[in-house]
T-cell receptor
């Protein structure tokens, strides 16, 4: 069973703080990793993807990948109440076009 | 709006009835995916198409489910003899094929199905 694991949360942070969201995966064949943001009652929105070990930054978001540890993280700097949502981690495996999603981590940013 | 669209957005049906959902992908995307999401879970893959060819189906896709993409553009997902366990959000996503690009999947707003 290829799994992507996330802490369901909620993760509560004050406005302006750094939110750190984590994800582990079991399939060593996974090559690409995605973070989706999902507001309550809405569909997932792709916010970051990372394919190589290391960090990838895009605005307030930084994705980190460590393939040796099978670990992916998403850092959100200067968190805003509008960042309050569920963050889904997903993995794609070489040779397959489908994504395996975790259950998501709920983030709550308090004003 | 050039994003993925889905219709209807909500569907309430009685157990045993058939339902059909439609998805229109981003126009230049040749890959189209169907996922199902229940409360508290991440999306679960159902099936996907490249152009009009259905290339993969999940074991979640029982014989009551059928999907088509007849002209390689929009797709339909039909559920026959609906059961209460079919209640979920049905999500469609699309992507371009090509190295890594097929993983960059963009979701539509979803169709929420309630089976009573």
């Amino acid at each position: 069973q290829k799994e992507v694991e996330q802490n369901s949360g909620p993760l509560s942070v004050p406005e302006g703080a750094i939110a750190s969201l984590n994800c582990t995966y079991s399939d060593r064949g996974s090559q690409s990793f995605f973070w989706y943001r999902q507001y309550s009652g809405k569909s997932p929105e792709l916010i970051m993807f990372i394919y190589s070990n290391g960090d990838k930054e895009d605005g307030r978001f930084t994705a980190q990948l460590n393939k040796a540890s099978q670990y992916v993280s998403l850092l959100i700097r200067d968190s805003q109440p509008s960042d309050s949502a569920t963050y889904l981690c997903a993995a794609g495996r070489s040779g397959y076009s489908t994504l395996t999603f975790g259950k998501g981590t709920m983030l709550l940013v308090s004003p | 709006d050039t994003g993925v669209s889905q219709n209807p957005r909500h569907k309430i049906t009685k157990r045993g009835q058939n339902v059909t959902f439609r998805c229109d992908p981003i126009s230049e995307h040749n890959r189209l995916y169907w996922y199902r999401q229940t409360l508290g879970q991440g999306p679960e893959f159902l099936t996907y198409f490249q152009n009009e060819a259905q290339l993969e189906k999940s074991r979640l896709l029982s014989d009551r489910f059928s999907a088509e993409r007849p002209k390689g553009s929009f797709s339909t997902l039909e559920i026959q003899r609906t059961e209460q366990g079919d209640s979920a959000m049905y999500l469609c996503a699309s992507s371009l094929s090509g190295t890594m690009k097929d993983y960059e999947q963009y979701f539509g707003p979803g169709t929420r199905l309630t089976v009573t």
